[in-house]
């Protein structure tokens, strides 16, 4: 079965402080995964993709096939990081679905 | 560029009721997707559009649920009737091409079935 899980509800650190948003996968084939984003009253938007090993606001993931992991990191929380992220797996059987985890709330106190 | 525009933002309706989402997709993007998310849930996919086709609505309730992109551009989904478990955010996302491009979402309609 293809599945996404992220085992954090919530998650609250203080601003400075190392993050990691855990994401584990589900899937036989070739994943394709991406983190996506929603601040408060905005809409969900992409933050980044595994197959372009960038950092974006300083946040990197990398994919570990072997723990069939994709946890996203930034070492120096900030409070604008304060936000939902979903982790999400790209599948291209039938043509090609995104599938969502439940989502992590981030929340960074000063 | 608005991006991805939906409408209505929100929609309270009686059970057993009639209701219709609009989205309107980034120009030139070719594949529509309308997603359901639940209270304190991730997206679900509920229908995948290349252009005017549906190419993946497997996960698309239908015996309540329909939905239709007439010329390949604006697309609208609609529930008849609606049920207290419809109520969720319903969210629309558009991509150049598939899956390997971004997804841009909308703002979403917050469906409350009452």
């Known amino acids: 079965a293809q599945r996404v899980t992220q085992p954090e509800k919530l998650l609250s650190v203080f601003k400075g402080a190392p993050v990691e948003l855990k994401c584990n996968y589900s899937y036989s084939g070739s994943p394709e995964l991406f983190w996506y984003v929603q601040y408060s009253r905005q809409r969900l938007q992409l933050l980044l993709r595994?197959?372009s090993r960038e950092s974006i606001k300083g946040f990197t993931a990398d994919l570990n096939k072997g723990e069939t992991s994709f946890h996203l990191k930034k070492p120096f929380a900030q409070e604008e990081d304060s936000a939902m992220y979903y982790c999400?797996?790209?599948?291209?059987?039938?043509?090609?679905?995104?599938?969502f985890g439940q989502g992590t709330e981030l929340s960074v106190k000063p | 560029e608005a991006g991805v525009v939906q409408s209505p933002r929100y929609k309270i309706i009686e059970k057993k009721q009639p209701v219709a989402f609009w989205c309107n997709p980034i120009s030139g993007h070719n594949t529509l997707y309308w997603y359901r998310q639940n209270l304190g849930q991730g997206p679900e996919l509920l229908i995948r559009?290349?252009?005017?086709?549906?190419?993946?609505d497997s996960q698309l309730p239908k015996d309540r649920f329909s939905a239709e992109r007439l010329k390949g551009v604006d697309s609208t989904l609609k529930i008849q009737p609606a049920e207290l478990g419809d109520s969720a955010v319903y969210l629309c996302a558009s991509s150049l091409e598939g899956l390997g491009t971004e997804a841009f979402f909308g703002q979403g309609t917050r469906l409350t079935v009452v």
């Open positions: 999400a797996l790209g599948t291209y059987n039938q043509g090609g679905k995104l599938i």
């Open positions: 559009y290349e252009n005017e086709e549906a190419v993946d």
């Open positions: 595994h197959i």
